[in-house]
């Protein structure tokens, strides 16, 4: 069963951001127990392009396609067996990230 | 055979045999859904069929093969199988009759599903009440007073949320236990509460099916979970609890508090099971818990032969020791009420004004404000406080009895 793993900043209450080292090592973790599949850190939100070309031509948008104080920040696909061992992980990654962490089965 | 007999058979074995029968259809077939529409069948097929033939002899083997033969075909005909494991597991023929052992860790595992953290704490009450407990949907929906559709849809969210994300049908191991059982336990004690003084202009102010159940599922845990003190703790809360109940409630209709209940209506074999749970508790010699506390408590309340008897400065040394357990503003109020008694209205009306910023909106805080005024005198402002409370409280009982105390002030 595969699992997105989403973190999740706050604009304006963020959270730390020396966590590089920590989520390192979370992640050779991830990878020596088989829960690896991918994971990426997201560039700000203010990097973002919104398309829309449901109409006649494509629309071209700067900025989010929410505009909220929480964001996406990164995220990650673990495969696990369950959810409880999805959410075990992710409250270990919660407190690594120092983040809000939102977990999502794959359909 | 007769019609009432097999209608009394039945209804024995929806108590004793729903969650069985739903459980070991869960672990069978890995669907909540599937495991309780066949076991629904299966029920219905009784009623149609043991006042005709009689009640099998052993009527709960006899409604797992028939709800197993129910979900066989279902599945077929609805031919959804995407899944090869599925029908791998749908076809590998009749389910050979479990040890109970193994049937019993099967209900277990049925609750701690239902009551898995990552669903919401309303949702896991419906969840447990209906798959667990057997209650039909207009059951829960009137008991806590959501609309049937709403009720019907939280549930169905559920069950594909617990599917979607592959919530695991399993008892939790051994270091999650502890965290997990006490949601099983918290979502025990709202049944037992509702049912205990039940909301709404409408309900019954006791809802003695609620109260039933919320013990008979709290036993269940602590026949599979013996040692654990707080779930023994809980089952003592609610027995003892519960034998007050056919004091409580005049004949009027009103709330009888607990300084005028006829002491004489309480249920002794409650109350002596509940002594002997605390009893147990205390000499297991560990520190107790929420519960174990306050099943404690109310071990000292069934103690006392009338109001002037009781131990007030036990009850309040209880109370002290659950508040550095639970520092909320509950526990704070009831441990005032406890004060008054030893120490007089004046030191717990003080105590009780302190928590008026986090309680402004509980009808209880208002209800014990009113009785200190009044018992201080001030019965101006004791009326202000019966008025607010009356405005908050949820129970008929409960309103008419405030409303008669607030009447009396002079």
Redesign the interface.
């Known amino acids: 069963m595969r699992y997105l793993i989403s973190v999740i900043d706050d604009k304006s209450n963020p959270g730390s951001t020396d966590r590089r080292p920590a989520i390192s090592a979370f992640n050779e973790r991830l990878v020596a127990e088989g829960h690896w599949v991918f994971a990426g850190g997201l560039a700000d939100t203010d990097a973002a392009t919104v398309v829309d070309n449901r109409g006649e031509q494509a629309v071209f948008s700067d900025g989010p396609f929410v505009e909220s104080k929480e964001y996406l920040a990164g995220v990650w696909v673990w495969e696990a067996p369950d959810l409880d061992v999805a959410l075990q992980l992710a409250a270990e990654a919660s407190k690594v990230c120092d983040r809000k962490i939102e977990v999502r089965p794959f359909r | 055979m007769n019609d009432v007999d097999a209608r009394e058979a039945i209804t024995r074995a929806h108590h004793a045999e729903w969650a069985r029968v739903v459980a070991s259809l869960t672990r069978r077939f890995g669907d909540l859904d599937i495991a309780e529409e066949a076991a629904a069948e299966a029920f219905a097929t009784a009623v149609r069929r043991w006042p005709a033939d009689g009640v099998p002899p052993n009527p709960g083997a006899w409604l797992t093969t028939t709800a197993n033969r129910k979900a066989i075909d279902r599945i077929r005909r609805e031919s959804r199988r995407d899944d090869k494991h599925k029908e791998a597991r749908m076809l590998h023929g009749d389910v050979p009759p479990e040890p109970l052992g193994a049937i019993d860790d099967d209900r277990l595992r049925l609750i701690f599903t239902c009551c898995?953290?990552?669903l919401a704490m309303q949702t896991r009450v419906a969840l447990t009440l209906r798959m667990v407990g057997g209650l039909t949907v207009p059951e829960i929906a009137r008991a806590f007073l959501v609309r049937e559709t709403a009720l019907e849809q939280r549930i169905t969210r559920a069950k594909a949320k617990i599917k979607?994300?592959?919530?695991?049908y399993r008892v939790?191991s051994a270091e999650?236990l502890p965290t997990r059982v006490s949601g099983v336990l918290a979502v025990l004690y709202l049944v037992f509460n509702e049912g205990y003084l039940a909301t709404g202009p409408d309900t019954d102010p006791v809802r003695h099916d609620l109260t039933a159940e919320a013990i008979r599922l709290t036993r269940l845990i602590r026949a599979l979970l013996p040692d654990d003190g707080e779930v023994a703790g809980l089952l003592a809360l609610m027995l003892l609890t519960e034998a007050r109940r056919p004091a409580r409630i005049s004949a009027a209709g009103e709330l009888v508090t607990l300084n005028e209940q006829d002491r004489g209506a309480w249920d002794a074999d409650l109350i002596a099971e509940g002594h002997r749970l605390v009893r147990e508790r205390l000499a297991s010699g560990t520190a107790p818990g929420r519960y174990q506390i306050l099943a404690a408590i109310n071990a000292v309340h069934t103690s006392a032969r009338d109001i002037r008897d009781t131990d007030w400065s036990q009850i309040l040394a209880l109370y002290d020791q659950l508040v550095r357990l639970d520092p909320s503003p509950i526990i704070a109020l009831n441990r005032a009420i406890a004060l008054a008694e030893l120490d007089g209205p004046q030191v717990a009306l003080a105590a009780v004004d302190r928590l008026e910023d986090k309680l402004a909106g509980y009808h209880a805080y208002h209800a014990t404000r009113a009785d200190l005024l009044r018992r201080l005198g001030r019965s101006r402002q004791s009326r202000a406080a019966y008025d607010k409370a009356i405005e908050l409280a949820g129970n008929t009982a409960e309103t008419a009895y405030l409303t008669r105390r607030r009447d009396q002030l002079r």
Not at chain 2, 164 to 168: F, G, Q, V, W
């Open positions: 898995h953290p990552a979607a994300a592959r919530i695991p939790p999650d």
